[in-house]
């Protein structure tokens, strides 16, 4: 029977108002097609304002940058994405408050962001209440950690996921590096904030197993401009080295500090830092400054039996020559977490759909995925996925960043 002998039989039996939508699903007409192209929508929210916009800004512009290359390919399954961003501002209180409007308003399936390692733990709870996957784009550990630690109830984190190295494979990488050059004596300089203290507790607790003492910390607010007292006192403790453990414009301040009271030790900075901002706002005292990141920084020196190389090259040739997006923010080692982020959602939402329970199991089983910062391998143990071989050693030389041994 042909469609117009359905609709005519239909019209007989006075049901075609009913019949006539089943109808035209089974024949594959429009309707089908209607339903296939809605939406998937995924929350993105980042401190698009306050003192860490200049890390939140442009890692929202590479999450649309994704998006769009995704949509042009034909979404996921034949679904376009709908990003759904949000502000906030950096401050704890106001991710808490995106989030939920993303769920009860927004009725998104997923969530990548925060900034801010302080924004991604006070969210963390409403996270696993909702069952929603996020990849956060945090550095810190603490929210992907479970149980307790001390004193510290880092509760759940089965919806958790991060695309950022933890802290901990950063610290390896630091520690490995003193190892190596035979510098055992180490200072702290640690910001007062929770990817700060996440920092330290790596630092103390690995060190021993590297054979290196920590002679000395001192403490500091995120928002401090000098942190000359706190440098002085660590110098007079005799270290070789001294590791900073902070993000954003602190860092810059601690290396011109460093510099200004004339210390020679080496100053090393955590994995937050590699970004040409660093080195413009530190001027010629962040000269010498020794920091690990990603293959990002340095992609060029990459060999092309390196499976990132590719992947990278790609992403460089979007930011920097089709959305000009490097002439405001330069790319630095934040610039492809974003990326990555939305690259886990969509590989497991191309696999077993959009269903969040289903999407949380496929992030949870990823095997191999070649993305900027890394190849991720995760498991129920390891919701980041990413080791120690993912990143490099840098320095500043002549103004620029190099790779080092």
Same mark, same amino acid.
């Given at each position: ?197 996440? =920092?330290?507790? %790596?630092?103390?607790? /690995? ?7 920590? +002679? *000395? #910390? @001192?403490?500091? $607010? ?113 610039? =492809?977490?974003? %990326?990555?982020?939305? /690259? ?7 696999? +077993? *759909? #959009? @269903?969040?329970? $289903? ?47």
């Amino acid at each position: 029977m042909n469609f117009a002998s359905m609709f005519r039989a239909a019209c007989r039996l006075g049901v075609a108002a009913l019949a006539v939508p089943a109808l035209l699903l089974g024949a594959g007409l429009p309707a089908a097609t209607a339903q296939a192209a809605d939406p998937v929508k995924i929350g993105a929210f980042f401190a698009l304002s306050g003192p860490t916009a200049p890390v939140g800004t442009p890692t929202k512009l590479v999450a649309q940058m994704f998006v769009d290359k995704v949509n042009k390919e034909g979404g996921i399954n034949g679904r376009p994405i709908e990003l759904v961003l949000g502000d906030t501002e950096g401050d704890p209180t106001k991710a808490v408050l995106t989030f939920k409007r993303f769920v009860s308003e927004e009725k998104v399936v997923a969530v990548i962001g925060p900034t801010r390692t302080d924004e991604g733990m006070a969210v963390k709870r409403q996270i696993e209440s909702s069952g929603i996957p996020t990849v956060m784009t945090v550095g810190g550990d603490p929210v992907i950690m479970e149980g307790k630690l001390g004193n510290m109830d880092f509760g759940t984190a089965r919806s958790v996921f991060k695309s950022p190295q933890r802290s901990s494979t950063a610290v390896r990488k630091v520690l490995g590096y003193l190892k190596k050059h035979d510098l055992t004596k180490v200072a702290l300089l640690i910001s007062g904030d929770n990817f700060g203290q996440d =920092g330290e507790r %790596w630092l103390r607790s /690995l060190a021993p197993e590297y054979g290196i003492e920590i +002679v *000395g #910390t @001192e403490q500091f $607010k995120p928002t401090d401009v000098d942190m000359k007292t706190q440098l002085t006192a660590l110098a007079g403790k005799g270290p070789q080295a001294v590791v900073c453990w902070t993000i954003g414009p602190a860092g810059a301040l601690v290396s011109k500090n460093h510099h200004a009271l004339g210390l020679t030790m080496p100053l090393l900075q955590c994995h937050g830092l590699p970004d040409p901002a660093y080195i413009k706002l530190a001027g010629e005292a962040s000269e010498g400054d020794l920091m690990p990141a990603t293959k990002l920084m340095t992609w060029e020196a990459l060999p092309a039996s390196d499976p990132q190389k590719k992947v990278i090259a790609e992403f460089v040739r979007l930011y920097r020559d089709e959305y000009k997006y490097d002439a405001q923010y330069p790319i630095n080692t934040h610039s =492809g977490y974003a %990326w990555d982020a939305l /690259l886990l959602l969509v590989e497991a939402m191309r696999k +077993v *759909g #959009t @269903e969040p329970a $289903k999407v949380r199991d496929a992030l949870e089983a990823t095997k191999g995925l070649v993305g900027v910062s890394g190849v991720f391998t995760l498991g129920p143990q390891d919701h980041n996925g990413l080791g120690e071989d993912s990143m490099v050693m840098l320095q500043v030389k002549g103004g620029k960043f190099v790779m080092v041994e």
